[in-house]
């Protein structure tokens, strides 16, 4: 996958006029961000900062932090204003992931429920979140990020599965 084909993939979400906007963050956080569904689930409206010029995710303590690029802070900004809009005169809290109906998403299986729902209606249903991270370092790794930035960025034994060779979803 491309990066042309990651914005195609956003754009097809963003046909759905009431959860496109959630789906796109989302897709634009595992794709753009390489976070995973349970770190998009742990995540607080007060962890992203936008402010910053770079645009930063700080994540947990494992991750101290996240760049947010340039071609995901648009999604992300969208999603926040829809976000905003749909929490006006309900009860407040900071997830990041909410439904439709203002209720926070906090678990993976949830947040798996409605990708895989929503991944049929647009064509994307072989697309599950580790395919969506591992395309993530692909990227990272076609671009140039040594082993060792792999390991900074990810856990040892993910950067393992990764590069072995008998692996089912690994590169060689």
């Not at 802070?73 to 905003?84: A, E, Q």
């Not at 209720?103 to 599950?128: F, G």
Request: one cysteine or more; glycine letters at 6%; aromatic letters at 8%.
């Amino acid at each position: 996958m491309d990066l042309q084909q990651y914005i195609r993939m956003l754009r097809l979400c963003r046909k759905d006029p009431v959860l496109g906007k959630r789906h796109v963050a989302v897709l634009a956080l595992v794709l753009f961000c390489g976070l995973t569904a349970g770190e998009i689930c742990r995540l607080r409206v007060t962890d992203i900062h936008l402010e910053n010029p770079c645009g930063i995710i700080v994540a947990d303590r494992k991750s101290p932090w996240v760049k947010i690029p340039r071609v995901a802070k648009p999604y992300i900004v969208s999603y926040l204003k829809w976000r905003g809009a749909q929490m006006v005169g309900k009860p407040g809290h900071d997830c990041f992931l909410i439904s439709a109906n203002g209720s926070p998403v906090t678990t993976t299986h949830t947040l798996r429920y409605h990708y895989r729902k929503h991944a049929i209606s647009v064509d994307m249903e072989k697309y599950s979140f580790k395919h969506l991270r591992l395309a993530f370092i692909v990227c990272l790794i076609n671009w140039g990020l040594t082993m060792n930035g792999l390991a900074a960025l990810l856990d040892n034994k993910k950067v393992a599965g990764v590069i072995r060779p008998h692996c089912k979803t690994g590169l060689a």
